[in-house]
């Protein structure tokens, strides 16, 4: 499958990418949502974070994550 097949709806997207924030681990994990849905975004990368990698999921976490929110044009 490529990843045009996804069929993302056409429009800003926003990303984060796992492997962009400080971590000692290999991760490269990529989440991304529509613009509109920002919060949710940063909700489940900053749990990603948590659960995968050990950090405290508080609000310099959330903060360091939604720092690194990248913008995607589809
Ligand atoms: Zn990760």
Redesign the pocket.
């Known amino acids: 499958m490529a990843f045009e097949e996804l069929n993302l709806a056409p429009g800003t997207w926003l990303a984060v990418d ?2 962009s ?1 400080p ?1 000692e ?1 290999n ?3 990529v989440i991304a949502a529509p613009e509109s849905q920002r919060e949710d975004l940063v909700d489940a990368a900053t749990g ?2 948590a659960d ?2 050990g950090h405290t999921n508080d609000e310099a976490l959330r903060s360091a994550v939604s720092g690194t929110v990248q913008t995607v044009q589809v």
């Open positions: 796992c492997g924030l971590s681990s991760c490269h994990v990603h974070a995968k990698h």
